[in-house]
């Protein structure tokens, strides 16, 4: 289960906050969300840092907003030295 919330920084742009579990169930409501900013022309970035978990389902669903110009970020994934666990939960080696 994830809960989803909006934050409009301007007219132009949006960041959504994402938090829970990130399953191929919960992604769907993600997705949606995305598209929607999306179709209406705003900039969209996607907060993962109070996200527990991230299936590989929905890693790839978010690889592919990420190639269309979405800004997908998670504080603890910006330290290269974290433990394992978070290294992995970021996609990092």
Sequence with gaps: MIYIQ?????????????????????????????????????TVSVNLKKVNHISRESKAVLREFEGKGILIYDERCTDRNQDKKTRDRCGQK
């Design 6 to 42: 909006e934050h409009s920084g301007d007219s132009e742009s949006v960041t959504i906050s994402v938090d829970g579990f990130l399953t191929g169930d919960s992604i769907d409501p993600l997705r949606e969300v995305i598209i929607r900013h999306l179709r209406e022309g705003k």
